[in-house]
């Protein structure tokens, strides 16, 4: 017979499901929030830099030639805004791979190497960052830049 943990099992199913459900929906706000925040920032920077646009534009430069600064800085907003996260989750993870792997290891289990682990999450924030932010740089755009 086998005894899979009954249940206790079937509890700690339920509150992995109930935690990863609202731990997506939260994540998606939170992500909402950085583009809104990232597009308000690059509407400032538009309304603030909106005679050097004009000038610009007088002069006959391209669409992409204007748009492009504001491209840029919306992905640096964004790779910025990754850099605190990824460093909390390196020094955290490290030392819960410390702290805790050996005794995991001794019930046959295992975290994963942090030379492995961390640069595939460290190196997919940025990526998520940079996105998020020439998302919010791209919607600013469109809606405060008329080219």
């Not at 907003?77 to 995991?104: K, Q």
Request: charge should be positive; glycine fraction near 12%; charged fraction near 10%.
């Amino acid at each position: 017979s086998v005894n899979y943990g009954g249940a206790n099992s079937d509890q700690l199913f339920k509150v992995a499901g109930f935690i990863r459900t609202w731990g997506f929906a939260g994540t998606v706000i939170l992500i909402l929030v950085a583009i809104f925040l990232i597009s308000n920032t690059i509407r400032m920077t538009i309304m603030s830099r909106q005679r050097d646009i004009e000038i610009m534009r007088l002069v006959g430069a391209k669409n992409s030639y204007i748009r492009g600064p504001f491209f840029f800085e919306g992905a640096w907003v964004g790779l910025l805004g990754a850099v605190t996260p990824s460093l909390i989750i390196f020094f955290l993870y490290r030392y819960v791979y410390v702290e805790f792997n050996p005794n995991f290891e001794l019930q046959g289990l295992t975290l994963y190497s942090p030379g492995y682990f961390l640069p595939l999450v460290v190196g997919g924030m940025f990526i998520v960052g940079i996105i998020i932010g020439s998302m919010g740089s791209i919607l600013s755009m469109r809606r405060y830049l008329k080219i």
